[in-house]
């Protein structure tokens, strides 16, 4: 299982879809955010839960929040992916899982496929919200759900 409300998280970069480097300390003390990870770019499950974050993103911004995706495909793939869903969201790209590790995600299906976390993370970078299912429906919900308690 990977962390747990009330802990910190790992500081962590890694390049997003359009190259840039993303740092996780950028955030901490401004906003909240919500990462998720996800298994794989362009797999039905993936989709709708990406569109659903997209369908969903003003609420997020609204309550002061960023989102960000996380999987192991390349930025290549993300620029595509984030191209053709019209996503106003990052995607980073975690090759080699290193993130996923630092966040304890643990795969499904015997290891097969990378697991599907979601977190919510306060403005003092403090896990607020962790839900774990291979279910990509109810991931956005739950986040968002969250993010009014704060």
């Known amino acids: 299982m990977g962390l747990k409300v009330g802990q910190a998280i790992p500081e962590f970069s ?15 003390g401004k906003k909240s955010f919500v990462l998720f990870f996800y298994p794989k770019d362009n797999t039905p499950g993936c989709t709708a839960e990406v569109c659903s974050f997209r369908d969903n993103y003003e609420a997020f911004t609204e309550l002061g929040a960023e989102v960000v995706g996380i999987s192991s495909d390349s930025k290549a793939s993300h620029n595509r992916f984030s191209s053709k869903h019209k996503l106003p969201f990052i995607l980073l790209s975690d090759l080699g899982g290193k993130v996923r590790k630092l966040f304890k995600v643990e795969g499904h299906l015997l290891n097969l496929l990378p697991g599907r976390e979601t977190y919510v993370i306060n403005k003092e970078g403090t896990v607020e919200m962790v839900f774990n299912s291979i279910n990509a429906s109810r991931h956005m919900e739950k986040a968002l759900k969250a993010l009014k308690k704060i």
């Open 14 to 28: 890694l390049p997003d879809q359009q190259g840039r480097l993303f740092n996780s300390e950028d955030l901490k």
